[in-house]
């Protein structure tokens, strides 16, 4: 639930080496004429929060009390949909769409099915390797990985530039990343609507992204979240909701591997081109990767 969360909403598939999404879709629009500069809208500036800096306790509190119900859970299940815009051919925003049924038993197993607007991956970690596998093409990729959650979703990001949205909730101090770049955080209210529960909303800004989320007022479990960069011209909006929670489940080892690794035609683990920017550095280069790509 911090900044990273949707720093980066290419889905896995880039790591095979199959053609973004947001790409190919972008390619099969058809180009339609500009519109007369006197009818196109200003650029809007980027959103500032430095006037109204502050942290209310009751922010702080339903963020803490969130992160806490996260690291607390030694294993669980959870259906993550992104929404992202990006710009179009002719200016306007198109919405792109992925889905991921995720299962983590902590400390060292993750699998991520990623379904969407394109190409089916899939990832397993099962505490001694990584596997990214594209159905599609039968294509595996394997390496060894650390021996935990958080440093394989490091590795992966370095190594092969993998990157899931929705990776703050899968490591072991959510609050951590939130606590360091925050500066502004205040309570919006409730909503009956969003996850089917009431839910509190709060907003906040951390690491330069204004992020507005739906978190469980009883069970504490983050529902949505929306978010803007503060430096993006455009304002364009992200999305991730989060749904089926299942907390303290007991998947089975067979669940972190795929039997396709024995058949699958086998593909070098590595980054596509560009090559993925330090970790100092992620925060701010991926927006500007993912419209690069567009």
Same mark, same amino acid.
């Given at each position: 639930?911090?900044?990273?969360?949707?720093?980066?909403?290419?889905?896995?598939?880039?790591?095979? /080496?199959?053609?973004?999404?947001?790409?190919?879709?972008?390619?099969?629009?058809?180009?339609?004429?500009?519109?007369?500069?006197?009818?196109?809208?200003?650029? +809007? !500036?980027?959103?500032?929060?430095?006037?109204?800096?502050?942290? %209310?306790?009751?922010? *702080?509190?339903?963020?803490?009390?969130?992160?806490?119900?996260?690291?607390?859970? =030694? #294993? $669980?299940?959870?259906?993550?949909?992104?929404?992202?815009? #990006?710009?179009? &051919?002719? /200016?306007?925003?198109?919405?792109?769409?992925?889905?991921?049924?995720?299962?983590?038993? +902590?400390?060292?197993?993750? &699998?991520? *099915?990623?379904?969407?607007?394109?190409?089916?991956?899939?990832?397993?970690?099962?505490?001694?390797?990584? $596997?990214?596998?594209?159905?599609?093409?039968?294509?595996?990729?394997?390496?060894?990985?650390?021996?935990?959650?958080?440093?394989?979703?490091?590795?992966?990001?370095? !190594?092969?530039?993998?990157?899931?949205?929705?990776?703050?909730?899968?490591?072991?101090?959510?609050?951590?990343?939130?606590?360091?770049?925050?500066?502004?955080?205040?309570?919006? /209210?409730?909503?009956?609507?969003?996850?089917?529960?009431?839910?509190? *909303?709060?907003?906040?800004?951390?690491?330069?992204?204004? *992020?507005?989320?739906?978190?469980?007022?009883?069970?504490?479990?983050? +529902?949505?979240? +929306?978010?803007?960069?503060?430096?993006?011209?455009?304002?364009? &909006?992200? %999305?991730?909701?989060?749904?089926?929670?299942?907390? %303290?489940? #007991? @998947?089975?080892?067979?669940?972190?591997?795929?039997?396709?690794?024995?058949?699958?035609? &086998?593909? =070098?683990?590595?980054?596509?081109? @560009?090559?993925?920017?330090?970790?100092?550095?992620?925060?701010?280069?991926?927006?500007? =990767?993912?419209?690069?790509? =567009?």
């Amino acid at each position: 639930m911090t900044s990273k969360t949707f720093v980066c909403t290419m889905p896995l598939l880039l790591v095979l /080496g199959v053609v973004a999404l947001s790409t190919a879709a972008t390619a099969q629009t058809p180009a339609k004429p500009t519109p007369p500069a006197a009818k196109k809208a200003a650029p +809007r !500036k980027p959103v500032s929060t430095e006037a109204h800096s502050g942290l %209310e306790p009751k922010a *702080i509190d339903i963020l803490k009390a969130s992160s806490a119900k996260l690291a607390s859970a =030694q #294993s $669980m299940s959870f259906t993550a949909v992104v929404t992202y815009e #990006s710009p179009s &051919r002719v /200016g306007f925003p198109l919405s792109y769409t992925t889905k991921s049924d995720v299962v983590l038993q +902590r400390p060292n197993k993750l &699998r991520v *099915i990623t379904l969407g607007d394109g190409p089916a991956s899939e990832f397993y970690y099962d505490g001694k390797q990584m $596997m990214a596998y594209s159905p599609a093409e039968d294509m595996l990729a394997i390496a060894d990985a650390p021996p935990t959650v958080d440093a394989t979703l490091e590795t992966a990001y370095h !190594k092969a530039a993998i990157y899931f949205p929705f990776d703050d909730v899968l490591v072991t101090d959510p609050y951590k990343d939130i606590a360091a770049d925050m500066r502004l955080a205040f309570y919006v /209210g409730q909503s009956n609507v969003v996850g089917g529960v009431t839910t509190d *909303i709060v907003a906040y800004d951390s690491g330069g992204v204004f *992020i507005e989320a739906w978190i469980g007022t009883e069970d504490k479990l983050p +529902r949505m979240l +929306r978010a803007v960069y503060a430096d993006d011209p455009l304002q364009l &909006r992200h %999305e991730l909701e989060l749904s089926n929670w299942k907390l %303290e489940v #007991s @998947p089975s080892d067979d669940q972190f591997t795929t039997p396709k690794a024995a058949t699958a035609k &086998r593909i =070098q683990f590595a980054a596509p081109d @560009p090559a993925p920017v330090p970790a100092k550095s992620k925060a701010a280069a991926k927006p500007a =990767q993912q419209s690069k790509a =567009q």
